[in-house]
């Protein structure tokens, strides 16, 4: 079993659509919790991240993070085609929040 | 704007050649980098840490020979690949962290192609 499981996808909703992506985890020692968005061929852009559990919210993104279920989620409202790439969870142990734990990505496509 | 910068972005070479990717931290200094592998439709694979100035810490099953981290400076961390063949062809990408105990910020990646 994978220590992060992610929603594999793809997923495909239209402009202006709620998207709501998740991932759970198995490993309680986890305490950072990341969001990325990967567009083809780049590098992971970091979108959020929060500690512990509870809700952040940034625009139009909003990550929550239930450590009590092992679960957590990146909500995106009015979603955009630009918003169309490849979504990573990662969650990391340590204050350096280095050598992160990623799952395996979810596609994400906003039809105009 | 971009905080760490890679580069080559991309590198088609023949078999048994080796090749050498760059990884910087813009306006920063990174005692450590990271170096992630990424099949398509896969996730990033962590490698190795590279440690300025000390030997990389590698994963399980990552060959030290085969991918050679040199970080001799702050700002700089160079990752080899030692007489590359075809199923080294991946997507590799280093990170590191501008602010301490806040997450990695990635490069935009070396897309490697071996023939």
């Known amino acids: 079993q994978k220590e992060v499981e992610q929603d594999p996808g793809p997923l495909s909703v239209p402009e202006g659509a709620i998207v709501s992506l998740n991932c759970t985890y198995s490993?309680?020692?986890?305490?950072?919790f990341m969001w990325y968005r990967q567009y083809s061929r780049k590098g992971p852009e970091l979108l959020m991240y929060t500690y512990s559990s509870g809700n952040k919210e940034d625009g139009r993104f909003t990550a929550q993070v239930d450590k009590s279920s092992k679960y957590i989620s990146l909500f995106i409202r009015d979603s955009q085609p630009s918003d169309s790439a490849t979504y990573l969870c990662a969650m990391s142990y340590n204050t350096n929040a280095g050598k992160s734990t990623f799952g395996d990505g979810t596609t994400l496509t906003v039809k105009p | 704007g971009a905080v760490v910068s890679q580069h080559p972005s991309r590198v088609i070479c023949k078999s048994g050649t080796s090749v050498k990717i760059e990884c910087r931290s813009l306006?920063?200094?990174?005692?450590?980098m990271f170096w992630y592998r990424q099949f398509p439709k896969q996730s990033l694979m962590l490698m190795a840490t590279?440690?300025?100035?000390?030997?990389?810490?590698?994963e399980q099953g990552v060959e030290k020979d085969k991918f050679l981290i040199n970080h001799a400076s702050l700002t700089l961390s160079t990752l080899t690949v030692t007489s590359a063949h075809p199923e080294d062809s991946s997507f590799y990408i280093c990170?590191?962290?501008?602010?301490?105990?806040?997450?990695?910020?990635f490069g935009d990646g070396t897309r490697l192609s071996i023939l």
């Open positions: 490993n309680s020692a986890f305490q950072y």
């Open positions: 990170s590191a962290n501008p602010i301490v105990g806040q997450p990695q910020h």
């Open positions: 590279s440690n300025e100035g000390s030997k990389a810490t590698y």
């Open positions: 306006d920063f200094q990174a005692t450590t």
